[in-house]
């Protein structure tokens, strides 16, 4: 425990600033709490990629009797005027010299390229850091909106950026703290430090000005503490501007990596990112020996261990501060944390969209009329079911059937709220019979009457003895998942797209991950292991393991892909270059598994309404895209009220 209260507001992971941060939210959140933390913020560049497995963590934590406060925010790229930008950008693209540097490249995969924002940078390419944090539900859904329009055509830009204009609309419920030596204020040190003391002060004047005009008493100062002696002389301006103009103060660690041990693996995460991108001037490809080597350790800290970084570090550069003032400045991030921000977790009411429903109707109401109209198309029938009371014919007992069946999976699908999902389905299915071929329907959704009344399966569940209890229960939890065979899925999602809008249609990211066999090449052209080497162990290591894996679990048919640790443990070959080389085995099982970059779903897409307010999207290559995954082995989006289709 620490005697000093602290709580961490700025801190990246590797999922949402790979390559830069390092390590799964989850992680960072444990440690914290391992060391006395009640809360921590989670603040990844320009995106809230992570913000799900937080989410989901924090809630786990709670089961476990572990009382942890998660805070949610980013920390975003920004600029002063993107119209103004705008403007310079054409510019540059009249002049067939300059036109050739301008980048084209959007990817919802960000790169921190740390020495871009701490220097003056490109005219064009300077972006500023700014931490925003949502103390209520109003203050997410507005950085959701900000982040959204961030990547967006206006605003993107090699990054995704905001500006005073979309602050100043979007800033209700939001904290923001000036950031790093990469943040607002450090931009007025950077680029006019040369002019001099005073002509840094009045660029930070007009900062201040600006921003408490728009955010008021939720306008902080940031302070950090580290061995780098730019950091220090901004510290003296930002307090000059706490002195000034009266704006709170707050002390931050700026994590990256989860735990103090973490260092040297989130160094090398860090340069395993420029392979073939080229190496950035600013970054030394060679990996320090220890941590003494270091200007900082960022790891999510606790009180006294900050303000052990302020004395040592403040030392080391020969800088005096007021200790009450510092001490303030720290405390100050548990007094945000606890009577600032709410304890919440985001919204996740499911979301679907209300345009598939007919004014004058229900969805629960609309769904039955046009599913028993459907089922009595099929069966060649002229009269509708009897919820319509408007039949008196005899029905034989198989027809009786069908409408007992229909009748129940109705109630099971508007008991679960789930109506407006198969109506959705239903429009999709009408547009891709445009088209497009369909599949019949396969999976447990096969075994739904209601989906075969709709038309989005083509196989009678009654005649082939199907359950729909194997698909939808009333006593379970899980959402509906129709898996919908189409020949042409982009074809289709471009179709549904451009119909029904940008805001509405979304797809699906992936998670690509660093695998064993890649990483194990990456790591060892750090170490100059000749490649011929290195290739002849990667190419046995799973011939050798799977097999012996598979013996292990009984497994005596089929395809089974050993985990890393069972071909560690099963590869004779990898044990030996293990045993050669085991600072690569050290890092491999410390970096096998983190983010290398966002994808996109080859079909999936979540449908809603307004959905740049309930989730802070992503694109790649100017297509939205979700900022939250939903595969196999990671379901993210329906925890957070998302279904997909």
């Known amino acids: ?89 054409e510019e540059h693209k009249a002049d067939k010299v300059k036109a050739r540097r301008l980048s084209r490249e959007q990817s919802g995969t960000t790169i921190e390229a740390e020495g871009e924002t701490k220097s003056k940078g490109s005219e064009l390419n300077r972006s500023r850091h700014l931490v925003l944090l949502a103390m209520n539900q109003e203050g997410l859904n507005n950085i959701y909106k900000m982040i959204s329009e961030s990547y967006t055509d206006k605003y993107y830009y090699r990054k995704p950026r905001i500006d005073y204009e979309l602050l100043n609309k979007y800033n209700s419920g939001v904290i923001c703290l000036s950031a790093c030596l990469g943040g607002v204020y450090a931009g007025c040190y950077w680029s006019m430090r040369e002019e001099g003391e005073e002509a840094v002060l009045e660029c930070m004047r007009e900062v201040t000005r600006r921003m408490v005009s728009i955010l008021g008493d939720r306008w902080y100062g940031e302070l950090q503490w580290n061995n780098v002696p730019e950091q220090h002389e901004l510290n003296k301006y930002v307090i000059q501007m706490h002195k000034e103009f009266g704006i709170p103060l707050v002390s931050t660690a700026d994590s990256h990596y989860p735990t103090p041990v973490a260092w040297k693996d989130r160094e090398l995460y860090k340069r395993l990112g420029w392979l073939g991108r080229g190496k950035p001037e600013w970054l030394d490809m060679n990996l320090p020996t220890s941590v003494q080597e270091m200007e900082y350790e960022l790891y999510p800290k606790n009180g006294d261990q900050m303000w052990e970084a302020y004395e040592t570090y403040s030392k080391q550069c020969g800088v005096e501060y007021d200790d009450k003032l510092v001490l303030r400045s720290i405390e100050e991030s548990h007094k945000i944390a606890f009577e600032r921000i709410e304890r919440f977790y985001p919204d996740n009411a499911v979301r679907l969209p209300n345009f598939v429903v007919p004014a004058g109707y229900t969805a629960d109401d609309y769904l039955r009329r046009i599913a028993s109209e459907g089922l009595f198309s099929l069966l060649k029938l002229n009269y509708p079911l009897s919820f319509e009371k408007k039949t008196k014919h005899r029905k034989d007992k198989t027809i009786m059937e069908y409408e007992t069946r229909l009748d129940h999976e109705l109630k099971v699908i508007a008991d679960r709220g789930f109506s407006k999902y198969f109506l959705t389905m239903k429009a999709i299915v009408d547009k891709t019979n445009e088209i497009q071929l369909a599949g019949p329907g396969r999976g447990s959704a096969a075994g739904s009457l209601v989906a075969y009344a709709l038309g989005i399966t083509q196989i009678d569940p009654i005649k082939y003895d199907l359950l729909f209890s194997r698909f939808l229960r009333a006593d379970a939890k899980d959402y509906p998942d129709i898996d919908y065979d189409v020949s042409e899925p982009m074809e289709l999602k471009e179709k549904l797209i451009e119909e029904w809008g940008n805001n509405v249609v979304v797809p699906i990211s992936n998670f690509s991950t660093l695998q064993l066999k890649s990483l194990i090449k990456d790591i060892s052209k750090f170490y100059d292991v000749p490649f011929m080497e290195v290739n002849a162990v990667t190419n046995k290591m799973l011939f050798e393991a799977t097999p012996l894996a598979k013996a292990k679990h009984g497994i005596k048919a089929g395809v089974y892909n050993p985990t890393f640790e069972e071909v560690i443990e099963f590869s004779e070959s990898l044990q030996k270059f293990f045993q050669k080389y085991p600072q690569i085995k050290e890092h491999v099982v410390g970096l096998v598994g983190q983010v290398r970059q966002v994808s996109r779903h080859a079909g999936g897409v979540v449908i809603g309404e307004d959905l740049d307010k309930y989730m802070p999207l992503i694109s790649s290559k100017h297509v939205r895209q979700t900022p939250w995954s939903e595969g196999q082995n990671v379901r993210q989006l329906e925890p957070m009220g998302f279904i997909k289709f």
């Open 1 to 89: 425990m620490s005697n000093i209260k602290f709580v961490g507001l700025h801190a990246h992971s590797g999922v949402g600033s790979p390559f830069d941060g390092f390590g799964y939210p989850q992680d960072h959140m444990d440690y914290a709490f391992e060391n006395g933390c009640e809360a921590l913020a989670l603040t990844d560049h320009g995106n809230m990629n992570g913000t799900a497995y937080q989410v989901l963590h924090a809630k786990k934590m709670k089961e476990q009797g572990k009382n942890f406060k998660p805070i949610f925010g980013v920390e975003a790229y920004f600029i002063e005027d993107v119209d103004d930008w705008r403007k310079k950008y």
